[in-house]
C-alpha cells in the first residue's frame, strides 16, 4: 500500500514478519515546513498574539526520535514504535486501524465509538498541555487508531516545548478543523467529547482563541465547503459540564 501526502510519502511493508510504516521526506519538505512557518507567524500577528514557529528543517525531524517519543509516553502520550530514523526516512510500527478522520468518516462506526475516539482525543491533548508541550500539527488525521480502539499519535514533527495560549489554541484549532466538513451532528458530537477529554486532562476550557483560530484554518483546510460554513455558523455550542 502506498499514500502520497504533503511532506512525506508513505509506504507499508513487511520486514521481518512484522509491518511497518516507511515515510520518506519529499523534495518539497523544507519549502513547506518554511511556508507553515510563515503563515503561523502571519496568523500569530493577525491575532496579536506574535508568536515563534514551531521547529523547521532538521530540528522537526529530530523531533520524531526516541527522546521526543520517550518525553510523550511519559505524559501519557503513545506513539508507533520507533524502528529505525535518518534524516530522510521513518521507519515505524504500522498501526492496523488507519487515521482518526477515516474512522470519523466511517458511517459504519456507531456514535458511542466515535464519542470514545474524540475524547482520547482530547485527553491526549490535555496531558500534552499540561506537560508544557504543543502538537501544533492536531489534524485528526495525525492520530492513528488500534483494534481495540486506542489511539496513538504520529507525525511528531511540530511538537514543541511552549506553554502559550496561542500554540495551544493551535492545537485545539487543528483538529476542530480537520473535521469540520463532517455531517453536523457528527462535528458537534466530535467536538463536546474531545472537549470534554481536554477538560478531564487539563482541569480547564480550551485556550481562548481557539474559535478564531479553528474558523481561519478551516478555511484553508475543508474539502467540504458548504457543510464547514454550516458547521462554523450552527456546530458549536457552549460548554456545559
Ligand atoms: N504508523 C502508522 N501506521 C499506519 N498508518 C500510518 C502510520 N503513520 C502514518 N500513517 C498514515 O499516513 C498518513 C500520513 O502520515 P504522516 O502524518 O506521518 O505524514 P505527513 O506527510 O507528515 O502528512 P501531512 O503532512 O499530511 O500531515 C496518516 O494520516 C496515516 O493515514
Ligand atoms: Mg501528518
Redesign the pocket.
Known sequence: MY?V????D?S?QKIDGRMV?I?RN?ATKSF?EYLLATTYCLVSMMCIHPSAPPPAGKFASSNEGSSMRNNLKNLGVPT?ILFSLTEDT?I?????G??L??AFSDKLKNKNILSYLAFQAGCLTGRLHNGGYVFT?N?S??Y?VKFDNTL?R??L?FVHKTNSAFAQSMDIASFLASVIDLDIANYKLIEQRFRDGYVSEANRDFPYLWILLRNIISLGFAADQSTMLQNITKGSTSYKK
Open positions: 499514500f501526502n504533503w511532506q512525506r508513505i507499508i510504516v515515510k519529499k513547506h508507533p521513518i515505524e510500527e504500522f498501526i492496523e488507519g487515521n478522520y477515516t500539527d489534524k488525521q495525525n492513528l496513538v504520529t507525525d514533527a
